[in-house]
């Protein structure tokens, strides 16, 4: 706002000030004196400009008062204690900007810091990245946050492309290491494993270590878990995609033709595999070109408008298909989710949100009929 054609004009409020009151000053009768107002044009000049100006600043207005003073009647001038106080105000002024430059510096630092760990936990991803086309939004909770338990990514590997989008438990620092740690291994076990199981027992592994180890330093996050969704898109099998469900919201497959949900799978979340012998089913569905698999976190299905209702995610994005068969982009997709949530919440979101939609690049054709498989019941594509 103080900015023009890229120079700043933060100068310019303290010296209109200060050029104002010198007029009304020396344009006034003797026993109406406002010299010594001029001590506030240090004061905003330190809220708005750098040191250096401010010091000028501070230095123009003992200045000006002297000499404005000075052309008055002996019995007019305000004499020796007003100098003081203009003296010492514009003294203050500058101190009071370098300590407001440094806080300034200190918040920019931090941000610097923020988005660096928002890339490296939610690192950007190039178009048609592993094959996928695909598009995200992440909204914080918190508006002054950049990142929290939400987590996403694609990772192509030599057997096909595997995505990940899951949700902390909690909030806070805590979630984000927890978030970061899970990313972390499933970007080289998705990479190096030949089988979509395989890497959701690293998953499980790493969560598990990763509790333990908060608890060993000292900061125990009361088992923390993590919900999340494992997919993969093999490159032998155009037409189906593989995924594990570890407790969360399954995801819905997109086509021009309607909306359908995939199973869900009835896994425990991350960390909680201790309380059961039952491992998560490996199950594969079809999914063929031109239909997006939409993955979002509790922040979208948790929304509630004023009276408390749940955003209706299904409804919402099947009534947009019916009205415009485009809205199965993915693009698109995410903008219409975005902006239903926030609307139904009136903007106030309770948890951070994550909203996630892909689909293999290529021709769209003709949809065919769904066709969920679990692990080992033949038919599809399935892991042994």
């Known amino acids: 706002m103080l900015r023009l054609r890229g120079h700043s ?129 992440y909204l914080a909770a918190d508006s002054e946050a950049r990142v929290g338990g939400d987590f996403y990514d694609i990772q192509p590997g030599p057997r096909g492309t595997r995505l990940l989008l899951g949700d902390v438990q909690g909030k806070g620092l805590g979630a984000v290491e927890a978030a970061a740690a899970l990313l972390g291994t499933f970007r080289e076990a998705a990479y190096h494993e030949p089988l979509l199981r395989t890497v959701a027992d690293r998953l499980e592994v790493r969560m598990s270590r990763h509790v333990g180890y908060r608890k060993a330093v000292g900061r125990d996050d009361h088992d923390r878990f993590a919900t999340g969704v494992l997919v993969g898109f093999p490159d032998d099998t155009r037409d189906t995609v593989e995924f594990v469900n570890f407790g969360h919201e399954p995801p819905l497959v997109v086509a021009p033709g309607g909306v359908r949900t995939l199973p869900p799978g009835h896994g425990l979340p991350l960390g909680l595999a201790g309380l059961t012998s039952d491992r998560p089913l490996v199950l594969t569905a079809v999914l063929v070109p031109g239909e997006t698999l939409l993955l979002v976190t509790d922040g979208v299905t948790e929304a509630r408008d004023a009276d408390g209702v749940f955003f209706p995610l299904l409804d919402r994005v099947t009534r947009a298909l019916t009205e415009d068969p485009r809205t199965v982009e993915p693009q698109r997709l995410v903008e219409l989710v975005r902006d239903g949530t926030l609307r139904h919440c009136g903007g106030r979101l309770a948890d951070d949100t994550t909203i996630f939609a892909v689909r293999r690049r290529g021709d769209p054709r003709p949809v065919m009929s769904p066709n969920v498989v679990p692990e080992g019941t033949g038919g599809g594509t399935t892991q042994p």
């Open 9 to 137: 004009v933060a100068w310019v409020p303290p010296l209109l000030l200060l050029i104002a009151i010198g007029l009304a000053d020396w344009n006034t009768s003797g026993e109406f004196r406002i010299i010594t107002w001029i001590v506030v044009v240090p004061g905003i000049a330190a809220a708005i400009c750098g040191v250096w100006t401010t010091a000028v600043f501070a230095c123009l207005a003992v200045a000006t008062y002297v000499e404005i003073d000075a052309s008055w009647e002996h019995q007019y001038q305000t004499g020796l204690p007003d100098f003081i106080l203009v003296s010492v105000g514009g003294v203050l002024a500058v101190l009071a900007c370098a300590v407001r430059v440094r806080g300034e510096r200190r918040m920019l630092h931090m941000m610097d810091v923020a988005e660096t760990t928002r890339r490296t936990v939610l690192r950007p991803m190039p178009p048609g990245w592993g094959g996928l086309d695909h598009a995200a939004v």
